[in-house]
């Protein structure tokens, strides 16, 4: 995100000026990011996996980049499911696939056969990090906002 970004740089003209603004940008959100996401080893329906991380953390995962991308397939490696629910759901009444915290879907990772437009649809992700549109009464493991 922006404001990401900007603590990064921040934190770059604090900390060194040796390393080059981008590059330095890259390891800092890349090493910021590990903290911010957490698997929940449970499979769950997207419906209750939303409830749960908006229960007990600060929601299912929105991935609006490549390194938070990146963090969620880390995650996902240690899954006991197949998929891990993430939180990108299609509305049929809109037409389009949509982030349950409002992010724009700007980023996207779908497998080939993946992006599968009907009524009842959520992501999950495999742990190879593509991502594949699945009925959203199928039960994953998920992947939480801290």
Not at 37 to 60: F, M, P, Q, V
Not at 61 to 71: G, K, L
Request: proline content about 1%; overall charge positive.
């Amino acid at each position: 995100s922006v404001n990401m970004e900007r603590s990064c740089f921040g934190f770059l003209i604090r900390v060194s000026h040796v390393y080059s603004s981008h590059r330095f940008n890259s390891i800092c959100c890349f090493f910021f990011m590990a903290d911010k996401l957490i698997l929940i080893k449970e499979n769950k329906t997207w419906e209750e996996a939303l409830d749960y991380c908006r229960e007990s953390h600060r929601g299912l995962v929105s991935i609006t980049n490549p390194y938070q991308q990146r963090w969620a397939e880390v995650r996902a490696k240690n899954a006991s499911s197949p998929f891990v629910w993430l939180g990108l759901r299609y509305s049929c009444t809109l037409n389009l696939w949509f982030w349950v915290n409002d992010k724009l879907v700007c980023y996207e990772k779908w497998s080939r056969e993946g992006k599968t437009e009907e009524c009842g649809r959520a992501v999950g992700m495999q742990s190879g990090g593509q991502w594949v549109s699945q009925r959203d009464n199928e039960t994953y493991n998920f992947v939480c906002f801290k």
